[in-house]
Antibody
């Protein structure tokens, strides 16, 4: 069973960069599929942040594109999210997930448990 | 791309059926057969219920079914059970490697 686990600081100061890592177990990222980040502000809905393939090809939500970087480290079987210039509006539970197949049109089948990141001074 | 439109709430009694709608545009829901539905219980990660409009992943009960007409997709839940009480989100591919979600619907089992 594929498992994903998010890790990173739970508190980030305004204007700084949010950095999270997703560690994948029971499946090698190098073998394929589509890997993504999704967030959910407290009490609100889901928002797709972006995704990446093992090749390193990335795709981002246009509304966040100028601030987002997603990268993959196949040697560590991890992929990461960086979101710059954060504000309180970026406070959310951040999820990493694996696509059901190997295309950006694929829904997310496996999800991490999520990690709450709060932006506050 | 704007979020897909879902009703904020829906409800039904145990054993009854309920349908949740998800309205988009011809650039997303109407343009592709890549509509998905997720179920999310409080404090938990979303769970994939339906993909490609009407397909169910292994393990999802056939009480859950999906359909689409034009720019509107629908999730039907039959034989409502207490454990079906959750938030439900639709999602659609919107072209150009972009994915959008709906605002979510809170399903209450009365």
């Amino acid at each position: 069973q594929v498992q994903l686990q998010e890790s990173g600081p739970g508190l980030v100061k305004p204007s700084e960069t949010l950095s999270l890592t997703c560690t994948v177990s029971a499946y090698s990222i190098s073998s394929g599929y589509y890997w993504g980040w999704i967030r959910q502000p407290p009490g609100k809905g889901l928002e797709w942040i972006g995704g990446i393939f093992h090749s390193g090809s990335t795709y981002y939500n246009p509304s966040l594109k100028s601030r987002v970087t997603i990268s993959v480290d196949t040697s560590q079987n991890q992929f990461s999210l960086k979101l710059s210039s954060v504000t309180a509006a970026d406070t959310a539970v951040y999820y990493c997930a694996r696509g059901y197949c190997g295309s950006t049109s694929c829904p997310f089948e496996y999800w991490g448990q999520g990690t709450l990141v709060t932006v506050s001074s | 791309q704007s979020a897909l439109t879902q009703p904020p709430s829906a409800s039904g009694s145990p054993g009854q059926s309920v349908t949740i709608s998800c309205t988009g545009t011809s650039s997303d829901v109407g343009g592709y057969n890549y509509v998905s539905w997720y179920q999310q219980h409080p404090g938990k990660a979303p769970k994939l219920l339906i993909y490609e409009v009407s397909k169910r992943p292994s393990g999802v009960p056939d009480r859950f079914s999906g359909s689409k007409s034009g720019n509107t997709a629908s999730l039907a839940v039959s034989g409502l059970q207490a454990e079906d009480e959750a938030d439900y989100y639709c999602s659609s591919y919107a072209g150009s490697n972009i994915v959008i979600f709906g605002g979510g619907t809170k399903l209450t089992v009365l």
